[in-house]
């Protein structure tokens, strides 16, 4: 946990923290809000581990005190997580919290509380919190963490400094995948379909997903290769596979981000490419294809995704695609 790595996905969180405690400004309470996987939690801890330690040194936590070892470890007495119990945060979790508070801290004076997923906070949890804001303790810092910041009580949201995660880019979802041990090409190719990044590290996890990208490099290769023969792969192998409306979706998008890369190589981006460890089909597929070609094969698929939402039959719209792919 560090400002270091949490400024690398969401650099202007972390610039407003630093300069409050530069400038010893820090609000009694925050409500960080933004979607699942925004790095949320991982802020939260730095800016408590930052608000405990004993030997701050340019606004960053030493890491060595007995403060900053403590939050590492995640067994600071000071520090206290609420999270729901079940389907909701209930009204004894937010009383058992006030009764923590009423003691001296154990390490210092200074405590921290955050709630996880603070909108699920019951109506009588949520007004039990609102009259400990009201009356906050000159070293106290609360922190509600939630992706739905409108269900908190106004009441709540006016006694707080609000902070906004932005969703992560694709590189931050990239790295973040990398560290779960997802083969680097499927988190690339997952990273680049969502911007939620607890979504991507779910769609890594299904089988099928890898499956689905398999056969989009091998209808590609067909293209490219056997192009008479891309209608009989479409009907025997490909539609089999993409048989619900959503699978078909998810298997355009990945095609349009495979015609994309061609249009990189064409750009000589080759950074950019998404199916990095295809570029050398890729690379004999651009010299296949002028620019131009490629550009109208991208505006094919975009076509394609429209006729499936508007209810054309998919197996209609797939063939037609493919004959217009095959022209290239």
């Not at 400002?3 to 400004?25: D, G």
């Not at 490219?224 to 959503?246: A, M, N």
């Not at 061609?262 to 080759?270: A, F, G």
Request: glycine share 4%; net charge neutral.
């Amino acid at each position: 946990m560090s400002w270091e790595k949490s400024s690398k996905t969401q650099p202007r969180v972390v610039k407003l923290l630093k300069n409050s405690i530069k400038k010893q400004r820090l609000a009694h309470a925050y409500i960080f809000e933004g979607a699942h996987g925004t790095g949320k939690m991982a802020v939260a801890a730095v800016l408590a581990k930052t608000f405990l330690c004993r030997n701050t040194e340019d606004e960053n936590p030493c890491e060595n005190c007995t403060n900053c070892r403590r939050i590492t470890s995640g067994n600071h007495p000071d520090v206290h997580v609420i999270s729901p119990e079940g389907q909701s945060i209930k009204i004894d979790q937010i009383r058992g919290l006030q009764k923590e508070f009423a003691y001296s801290g154990m390490e210092s004076s200074k405590k921290v509380y955050i709630v996880e997923h603070a909108d699920k906070m019951t109506v009588q949890a949520a007004n039990s919190l609102l009259k400990f804001l009201e009356e906050p303790g000159a070293d106290t810092i609360a922190i509600l963490l939630t992706e739905q910041v409108h269900s908190l009580l106004e009441t709540i949201r006016s006694r707080a400094q609000t902070l906004s995660f932005s969703p992560l880019p694709p590189q931050g979802i990239l790295e973040k995948l990398l560290e779960e041990d997802i083969p680097k090409p499927i988190a690339a190719l997952a990273a680049s379909l969502t911007s939620d990044y607890a979504e991507a590290l779910e769609i890594c996890r299904e089988e099928w997903f890898a499956q689905a990208r398999a056969k989009v490099i091998q209808l590609t290769e067909e293209l490219r290769l056997r192009p008479d023969y891309c209608l009989v792969v479409l009907q025997d192998q490909y539609l089999s596979f993409f048989k619900e409306k959503e699978q078909l979706r998810l298997a355009l998008n990945l095609l349009l981000i495979w015609y994309r890369d061609l249009l990189s190589i064409h750009l000589s981006q080759s950074e950019k490419v998404v199916f990095f460890d295809q570029l050398q089909a890729l690379e004999q597929q651009a010299l296949q294809m002028s620019q131009r070609k490629t550009g109208e094969a991208l505006q094919a698929i975009l076509t394609a995704q429209a006729r499936i939402r508007s209810n054309v039959s998919p197996l209609m719209v797939m063939e037609q695609l493919v004959l217009r792919l095959r022209e290239g």
